[in-house]
């Protein structure tokens, strides 16, 4: 899940707690948008806006937008899945219905979740979290239902799975001073297959931060300054002196001397601290 957050280029999808159902005789947004049944993020950031939903502190909270006659056939439906404030990511989705003058609010659920089209039904996907995983980082796989219009309103049916697959992302905080945190990505998902280290704070001068990309090739790039940071995911862990984290084909050590990050297969990669990275292998 997933929980979209920031960091650096990364984002990452988290659940939230909250359930809950709308009948279709919830409210009516106000205004249509510019084209007969126009189904788009425009149209949907308008629809959202109109019905008092997602967060008020978001300007335009739509991530996706999943088209389709998912309210019988012959209609015009759309879902969209929204973004909280700040890095707290993916927080609800919702869905509306064409009247023939306006997008009708039809339910609205409180769960970072990415929608699918299975024919007629929408389906709900959302990652699962194990009791240690971090809100930034759920490993316990995947599970789907789905959502059918049964001539009135959305009925859920039951959860399916879970699925699971080899980690393809991380986020954590060394123990070391210097505001240091990485994130490991495999490739496959929004961003090509690296791991990202930053520091923050060096020494306290936040003139001094910098980064480090490595990728597949055991190459790595500098960056020096407060553009080249970001901020690590809300619930980010820390990786304990000793410990490893692997994703995909890359791995990470915590050490006293810095973070050591490879690809596994060649050895070669960074050791990376706040006073700068240094090439291993």
């Keep these: 899940m997933r929980l979209l957050l920031r960091f650096g280029p990364v984002r990452h999808a988290v659940t939230a707690v909250v359930f809950t159902l709308a009948c279709t005789s919830a409210a009516t947004s106000s205004a249509a ?7 788009s993020h425009a149209a949907a950031q308008q629809a959202v806006a109109s019905s008092h939903l997602g967060d008020p502190n978001v300007t335009d909270p739509i991530f996706k937008v999943l088209c389709g006659a998912f309210t019988g056939s012959g209609s015009q439906t759309m879902a969209a899945t929204l973004f909280g404030p700040g890095n707290i990511g993916l927080i609800d989705w919702v869905v509306f219905r064409w009247s023939g003058t306006a997008w009708t609010f039809v339910m609205v659920q409180h769960r970072a979740a990415e929608l699918s089209a299975a024919g007629p039904d929408i389906r709900e996907t959302v990652h699962i979290y194990r009791p240690t995983d971090p809100r930034c980082c759920p490993s316990g796989g995947t599970r789907s239902r789905l959502w ?25 905080f060394s123990p ?15 961003s090509p297959a690296t791991v990202y280290c930053q520091s923050t704070i060096p020494h306290g001068n936040a003139r001094k931060a910098h980064s480090a990309r490595l990728s597949l090739s055991g190459r790595f790039t500098r ?44 050895g070669k990669g960074f050791l990376f601290n706040a006073a700068g990275t240094t090439r291993v292998g």
């Design 176 to 190: 070391l001073p210097g505001g240091i945190a990485c994130s490991m990505v495999e490739a496959g998902g929004p």
């Design 223 to 266: 960056c020096l300054g407060i553009r080249c940071v970001g901020d690590p995911g809300e619930g980010t862990p820390t990786l304990a002196f000793g410990k490893q984290r692997t994703v995909g084909r890359f791995r990470c050590f915590s050490l006293h001397a810095g973070v050591k990050c490879v690809v596994i297969r060649t």
């Design 148 to 172: 059918h219009w049964n001539g009135t309103q959305f009925v859920a049916g039951a959860w399916k799975g879970p699925k699971t697959g080899p980690l393809t992302s991380a986020e954590f």
């Design 33 to 39: 948008p510019t084209a007969l049944g126009d189904c």
